[in-house]
C-alpha cells in the first residue's frame, strides 16, 4: 500500500523500474536486490526452472514471490531462509519428501498461496502449516500422501481453496477441516477413497465445490454433505 495514497500496488509491480506510487514512490524504494543466477526477476516475483542443480538460489528477504521447477536433485528447502516478506511460493517437481515447514514459518505473516504439487511429499504433519493464518491457496496435488490426519489445517482460518487431487489418500480423519470455515473449494479427485463420513466437513460452512470424481468411494453418509 502506497503510504501517502489510497493505492494498493500487486507484489508484481513492487521493483519493476515504473513507479506506481506517484506521490510517496514507495514501491520504487530500496530495490537494490540481485535477480539470482539462471532466474528470472519481475519486480520482487523470482521465477527459477533447474534440472541439475542440487541446492536452490539464494533469496534475499525482499522477495515477495518464488516459483522453482524442474529441481529434480533438490530433497530438501534451507530452513535458514528468512523470507518475511514473501506473499507467494510455488515449489514443483523436486525430490522433497516432506513440506518445509521451518522455512515456511518465517514467512507466516505475508504469506497466501503456497503450491506444492508434483514432488514427492508422502505424509502431513499436524504442525507442517502451523500459524499460516492468512494463508488463501494451497495445493499439494500429485503427491504421495496418503493419509490426511486431525486438525492439520487447523490454524487456516482464511483458506479458500485446498487442492489434495491426483494422490493416494485412502482415509481422511473426522476432524481432519476442522476450522476451515473460509473454504469454497475441495479437490480430492483421483485418489483412492472408499467412503465419506458426515463429520468431514462439518465445519467447512462456506464450501460451494467438492471434487471426488475418479476415487474407489462405496459408501457416502447422508448427512455429509448437508
Known sequence: RCTTENLCVHYYQVCD?????????????LCDFTCPDGCLCVGLSVSCKSRNSTIIPEFTNSIRSIYLANYFYVTTIDSDLKLSFLMSIHISNT????????????????????????????KLGNKDLYMLENLIYLNLGSNLITLIKDRCFLSLI????????????TEIKDNAFVNLFALTLLDLQNNQLT????????????LQEIYLNNNNLIFVQKQSFN
Open 95 to 122: 525430490s522433497i519428501n516432506h513440506i518445509p515447514s521451518s522455512f515456511l514459518f518465517y514467512s507466516r505473516k505475508y504469506l497466501e498461496v503456497i503450491s506444492l504439487e508434483n514432488n514427492i511429499i508422502d
Open 195 to 206: 467412503s465419506i463420513n458426515e463429520k468431514m466437513f462439518e465445519s467447512a460452512h462456506s
Open 158 to 169: 482464511q483458506l479458500k481453496y485446498l487442492c489434495l487431487n491426483d494422490m493416494l489418500i
Open 17 to 29: 523500474g515504473v513507479i506506481h506510487c506517484k506521490d510517496s514512490k514507495d514501491d520504487e524504494k
